[in-house]
């Protein structure tokens, strides 16, 4: 087990690193943050912000008078970073360069691509609400670049988008947002998976008889259907074994049984577990 000296002080008031959503109280913490997120930074993090809650909250003004005229005469973000790990001295000398690669490597990317690498995370990271606002963003910006006529990425980054978007509500349980999110990735792209994601969507979201009506028209995406009948076969199958039905069957028992003072301890152990999971994956 290794300790480390704190540098600065601990903050009572977080920085917030905005597009991972991460909250740090002291710049050891943000020196971690920076390099295991190294490959999800943009230049967003120069900022003035983050310069005067090292200087006021972390006590080191030192470091703070050091970094201003990087955000001010736009230095690099490799140089930006590496100045914070030096400083707080957490990493060897080997792992500083690792990160200053990553950050030089990243530099290539546009800033929608860099944005939508810090927003995946998010879906990751399963935080669907916040994931859905950084691809709504994204897709704000895309229109505000086709407004202005600025060069903007390929459509299979817009593509890529919708569908992310898309597995969001879809992790949510919101279908009929999932799909439509899906058709729109498969109208930009044509790709045959965007379309089976789409009519994977409406099989949850409709009825069997409603989806059944819907089918009957997709005769062009037959085979399709087809196959995802029999992948909802094979997940029924595997969901059988799982803990989660295992669970259930148990408590359809207990209820049978008659058993409703055990049936009651154990469904609110239940909800209060999957209320905390639903509150984390809608959390700000």
Known sequence: M???LC???????PYL?????????????????LKENAFLIDSSIMNDTLVKWIREKCKLAELADFLYPMVHRQGSLSTFVSAIQ???????????KQVDQILKKGAGLSGLEKRKEQVDYLLKKKKYVAAIRGYDGLLMKWEEFGESNLSIPGDELKA????????????????GQAGDNFLAAYRISGRTE???CFLA??????????????????????????????KMEELTREFRLQPE???????????????HTRLRETGASLCETLKNQYRFSVGE
């Open 245 to 259: 039905e295992l669970m259930l069957r148990e408590r359809r028992e207990m209820q049978d049984a008659g058993n």
């Open 86 to 96: 030096q400083y707080v001295g957490l990493y060897d000398v080997d792992s500083i």
């Open 17 to 33: 690193i905005q597009g991972l959503e991460i909250r740090v109280y002291c710049v050891v913490e943000l020196c971690y943050a």
């Open 7 to 13: 540098v600065g002080e601990y903050s009572s008031v």
């Open 194 to 196: 965007e379309y089976a």
């Open 160 to 175: 890529n988008i919708y569908h992310n978007k898309g597995v969001a509500y879809a992790r949510l349980m919101l279908y």
């Open 2 to 4: 290794q300790a480390y």
């Open 201 to 230: 969507t409406k099989r949850m979201e409709l009825t069997d008889a409603e989806y059944v009506t819907f089918v009957s028209g997709e005769m062009e995406h037959y085979d399709l259907t087809m196959e995802l009948e029999k």
